[in-house]
């Protein structure tokens, strides 16, 4: 075991701490829980620069980084959905969760094919992971219903929206191998 994958463990374990806390009656929840969910997006960060910036990369961490990261977003969009109770926000959720499943499946046929390199993470892909990231923690720091609340739903939208986007480049950087053309033959 590494720093980077203490860290990326770490998120891992602030899941079950961040649910605990989202459902307890007490008003201080929505601050507490952005700050946990802050506290593992800054880990997320934080163990990448380390495990380059220290030459410590490992099987596990390639492995559970992204696990963690999946993990966590989901279930705070998971409890973020059953408060809310809105459309809008369960469709952009939707599509969030959707596109991870399907890119994280896109991931691991190509690297078994040996060419994971060309589903590699694209700039959409980071600025629509920060856009998440964002609207996650405003979600999760505002009762619904506030202005806040309103502004998160809409950051929330438009990572969705990057979302298809990001979506859309995969595919088409993997669409030769998905749909090889076959020769003409006479």
Not at 37 to 43: H, N, P
Not at 73 to 95: C, H, K, N, R
Not at 148 to 170: K, Q
Request: hydrophobic share 55%; aromatic share 12%.
């Amino acid at each position: 075991m590494n720093i980077p994958n203490i860290l990326t463990s770490l998120r891992i374990f602030m899941i079950p701490i961040l649910v605990a806390i989202y459902y307890l009656p007490w008003e201080g929840r929505y601050y507490t829980c952005a700050a946990v969910f802050a506290l593992a997006a800054w880990t997320d960060w934080l163990d990448g620069y380390l495990a380059r910036k220290l030459n410590q990369t490992t099987p596990f961490g390639a492995f559970f980084d992204p696990v963690a990261d999946k993990l966590m977003v989901s279930v705070a969009l998971v409890m973020l959905v059953a408060s809310y109770a809105d459309p809008l926000m369960t469709l952009a959720s939707a599509v969030i969760v959707g596109r991870e499943i399907v890119i994280s499946a896109l991931r691991e046929w190509m690297a078994e094919m040996g060419k994971r390199a060309s589903v590699a993470v694209s700039y959409i892909g980071k600025l629509k992971t920060a856009m998440q990231m964002l609207a996650i923690f405003i979600l999760l720091g505002s009762p619904p219903g506030t202005m806040w609340s309103f502004f998160g739903e809409s950051v929330l939208v438009i990572a969705a929206l990057l979302t298809l986007w990001s979506m859309y480049i995969y595919l088409k950087a993997a669409w030769p191998e998905l749909v090889p053309k076959h020769s003409d033959k006479k």
